[in-house]
């Protein structure tokens, strides 16, 4: 274990350096205290040995009370303002972890598993929080009562010290030895464990998928696979922690008996006094318990040491889209008109070919735009660079006119409403989901776009009404009734640009027909894009664009496009007849 690999905890220490100033002190204190026990004891012994008179015994209880006393308040001091320290650092540690991993982009997550990210935050934090508390504690205990009891050992007997000293070389190979398999070894348990909250978390989030094609004893017997093993190689740890203990117990119970032996022939030979035996007799014992929670401590160490650099790691990690506005905070807000500018676009994901190719379109502020296209064609993609959730070559995204990055990022997107694809709810209640990203929403305000994406009469048919609790990512709900959800979240906040990637696909064409008849209002003076794969949502916008293998294949209002007899008149006539047969049917 090196020092260096605790250098990211250095800012939470000088920040709770008081703390740990105060706990050193109550250390001290205690140990100086503990110190003074075997040689009370040891004069006791004498003045027995001597016939002194009965209060000169008396006295030396007392003073092992009092000094008991002392030692007891210091210990529960020490206790209390280190590991309190240590739990206002994991606090600190925690909301630092989650702050970063709040700025990440979506491209961060699609790289890593929510399982792994999991297990650093609760595992691998509560093994760090060890190592600042009790792995300190002990630490410094040991420390500074052996410092303390060295001293006074060697001027009772050099001899004696230098024999009963002699085993304790063994038991430091051993610590130094085993602690480095142990590090190991906890590192390949931490990855293991990833593992397993990874599988879990998958599995909860696809339960109903894993149900649908009957793969419960499938999955089961993966998992426990998975955590056979875990088993196993936690095993392989507490092996190496259940060895180190009694070895080190077993050295220094040796010591005791070298300390017996030697210690019992100075008495013998008058080199010492029996008062002076049982003093460093007593030293020996209460060495006992720091020499054995040396091994505890280097178990703590390399525990927290492995664990502290993958948290580390995603500490480190930074955004792959940043606010460069260089906007000051407490400026005043920038709040776009809504005119969006495409500027010969072209992107990719990093690897394979461009996702979109050279796309140029302009969509005027209060305008309305319809995407459609066939799948793959980018329109997903498209949207996702207007906020910028992805982010594009530098100049080629403009909102008035002003390049896409120069916007304030947090001003960006407050103005924006969206519906993405993948329509997510939280696990609270329908009116916190609406309400989200709008702590003053009213309840007339939130009822207004309920009714909007019509969801209200639905909503208030359930029997706790705007507070029912939805399930987790609203499972409880039905497609449909989460994506009008969604879509009354994003009209509630009142945005400049609507989006809807698609957010209509779940709902029937009677009610996609109402909910456009709502939209209308509320597109009024509103930048609104509209992905869709349905004429009916498309003919309703100002213009239209097809993309096609990421290219604006054809652009202009409803008749235009069906005049041209292109992708477009082709899904409209295939969609009517769609429609007559469903009729006559």
């Known amino acids: 274990m090196t020092l260096g690999k605790l250098q990211p905890l250095a800012p ?10 105060q706990g050193a002190l109550a250390v001290l204190l205690y140990n100086l205290s503990k110190i003074a026990i075997p040689l009370i004891i040891g004069h006791a012994v004498d003045d027995m040995q001597h016939h002194g008179p009965a209060g000169i015994v008396l006295r030396s209880v007392w003073a092992l009370l009092g000094v008991a006393a002392v030692a007891a308040v210091c210990l529960y001091a020490s206790r209390w303002i280190l590991i309190g320290a240590s739990r206002e650092i994991e606090f600190d540690l925690r909301n630092d972890l989650f702050r970063n991993l709040e700025r990440q982009s979506l491209s961060y997550y699609h790289s890593q598993r929510t399982g792994d990210i999991m297990a650093r935050m609760t595992n691998d934090l509560n093994a760090v929080r060890q190592l600042l508390g009790p792995a300190i504690m002990y630490s410094a205990n040991t420390v500074v009562y052996t410092a303390a009891a060295i001293p006074l ?15 304790l070389p063994v038991a430091s190979v051993l610590v130094q030895y085993v602690g480095r398999r142990i590090h190991t070894r906890f590192e390949r348990i931490q990855a293991m464990f ?45 092996r190496l922690m259940a060895m180190l203990w009694p070895t080190l117990e077993f050295v220094l119970g040796i010591a005791i008996v070298v300390t017996l032996f030697v210690g019992g022939r100075e008495v013998a030979l008058h080199s010492i006094t029996p008062g002076q035996f049982t003093s460093y007799m007593v030293f020996m014992v209460q060495l006992t318990f720091p020499m054995i929670a040396l091994g505890y401590v280097v178990n703590l160490f390399q525990r927290g040491t492995a664990s502290v650099v993958r948290i580390d ?36 994901y990093g690897a394979g070919g461009d996702v979109l190719r050279d796309v140029s379109l302009t969509i005027p502020a209060g305008s309305s735009l319809a ?19 992805l982010d594009a070559p530098a100049g080629q995204v403009l909102i008035d006119g002003l390049p896409i990055r120069e916007w304030p990022l947090e001003d960006l997107r407050r103005a924006i409403g969206f519906v993405p694809q993948e329509t997510f709810l939280f696990s609270s209640t329908i ?20 009714e909007t994406a ?64 709502g939209l ?4 009024q003076d509103r930048t609104t894009i509209l992905i869709a794969h349905r004429v009916s949502t498309a003919r309703t916008a100002d213009r239209i664009a097809v993309l096609g293998n990421g290219r604006i294949a054809e652009y202009g209002t409803h008749d235009e496009l069906l005049a041209r007899g292109g992708f477009y008149a082709d899904l409209y006539a295939k969609q009517q007849l769609e429609e007559e047969i469903a009729v006559s049917s």
């Open 431 to 450: 009116r916190e989901n609406i309400a989200f990203g709008v702590a003053s929403a009213m309840e007339e305000e939130i009822l207004a776009a309920a």
């Open 454 to 517: 019509q969801i209200a009469r639905e909503i208030q048919e359930f029997p706790n009404g705007f507070d029912t609790v939805v399930g987790e990512r609203g499972i409880t709900l039905s497609g449909g009734q989460k994506q009008r959800t969604a879509i009354a979240r994003a009209l509630l906040r009142q945005p400049r640009i609507l989006i809807l990637d698609d957010a209509l696909a779940s709902v029937d064409t009677l009610t996609e027909e109402r909910i456009l008849q």
């Open 153 to 167: 050992m060697l001027r009772i007997s050099p001899r004696l010290t230098l024999w009963a000293f002699l085993p």
């Open 313 to 348: 790691e995603l500490l480190r990690q930074q955004p792959a889209i940043k606010d460069e506005s260089g906007r000051a905070a407490g400026e005043t807000p920038l709040v776009p008109r809504g005119a969006i500018e495409f500027r010969n676009l072209s992107f990719s």
């Open 520 to 523: 209308r209002s509320a597109m």
């Open 12 to 21: 939470y220490l000088r920040r709770y350096q008081k703390s740990f100033w």
């Open 194 to 238: 990833s593992d397993i909250s990874a599988k879990a978390q998958e599995n909860f989030s696809g339960a109903r998928l894993v149900r649908a094609f009957a793969q419960e004893s499938s999955e089961i017997e993966h998992f426990e696979e998975a955590n056979r093993e875990y088993i196993r190689r936690s095993l392989l740890l507490v």
């Open 371 to 389: 995407i459609l296209g066939p799948t793959g064609a980018g329109k997903t993609t498209l949207v996702n660079l207007i906020p910028r959730l």
